[in-house]
């Protein structure tokens, strides 16, 4: 018994040893964190933006507008929504510039993410069904009635939801590599931990730390990369966090036969970020149109920035007649 007691003594200070060791990495992780965001997210958003801002539901919205909304060739406009991230629009931005050659392009930053207002606060303007109330409030506040739309990533299911939403306002909808379906992310854990540690989790995983997607890919050249200046706007962090700990409600599976528009899906059967199955049932679901870029991954506008466009442009110009698209009878 002795034996035993002294083994289980042992363990219980091996035990307290491992947790003291523990709380002081993370507490090490937190201060340290802290440091860089309060160093770092430093940037002005009004100053540095782009596009405009819409006053929309008592939120600033930030949008790059190409062309003339009401004025569009085809007699509507291209809206383009984004995927989740803390750049917003940047991402996908190099595609909407290419279809602005021969069409008015509608580009807004999501609430909480790019340029757009960052608000602290989880709620129903960060849910899929929230998002979609404030894009049909900046397309009444432009005065535009009919849309084609893009779709990229979460934009996917921002776009599945205003089809089903209001099916008589969009003629066409492209989705690239859409998360349509639920699926777990790096950020599902941070709910759990203490705010001063999620906050740090938040920044170097979906925001603008050296470890996050953002941060690897600017590694090379922080001063000289978009997204790693916007990653950087100031309260980015806590709107991310906020946007995190929000429910993400999804276009459900037995919802998505009703879409009513012609659909189209980009996207890779090497896609990281979104399981391609999941992508191919959704595309099943609508009965859409498929095409793949191989070689893509979660980004086949950058891999085929060209092939990707001129698919786009040719799947809108189907539906009213390549008289109305300048260029379109060269289109594949």
Known sequence: M????????????????????????????????????????????????????????????????????????????????????PTGSNVIMPLANELAATRSVIVPDMLGFGYSEKVAEPGEHFTVEGRV???????????????DVVGHSYGGSVTARLALTVP???????????????QTTPGDFIAYLPRPTARV?????????????????????????????????????????????????????????????????IWSDDDAIVPPESIARAAAAMGADSWLVPGGNHWPFAVDPAGVTERIRSFFAAGIGPEAVPGAESMP
Request: hydrophobic share 50%; glycine share 10%; with cysteine.
């Open 133 to 147: 109330i404030a894009l049909l409030g900046l397309l009444d506040s432009l005065g535009v009635r009919e849309i």
């Open 168 to 182: 008589e306002r969009l003629r066409r909808a492209v989705f690239v590599a859409p998360q349509i379906y639920p």
């Open 201 to 265: 989790a938040i920044w170097g995983s979906l925001g603008g730390g050296p470890g996050s997607l953002v941060g690897r890919a600017c590694a090379a050249d922080p001063k000289a990369c978009d997204a790693h200046r916007i990653a950087r706007v100031k309260g980015t962090v806590d709107a991310l966090l906020a946007i995190n700990n929000t429910p993400r409600a999804y276009a459900l599976p037995d919802e998505l036969p009703n879409v009513q528009p012609p659909a189209l899906f």
């Open 2 to 85: 002795k034996i035993l007691k002294r083994v289980l003594i042992w363990m219980a200070g091996i035990a307290a040893v491992a947790v003291l060791a523990v709380a002081g990495l993370v507490t090490w992780f937190t201060v340290r964190g802290e440091r860089q965001i309060a160093e770092q997210e430093i940037i002005d958003r009004h100053a540095e933006a782009p596009g405009r801002f819409f006053a929309i539901d008592g939120h600033e919205y930030h949008v790059v507008i190409r062309g003339d909304v009401n004025a569009d060739p085809t007699g509507a406009p291209i809206l383009v929504i984004h995927g989740f991230g």
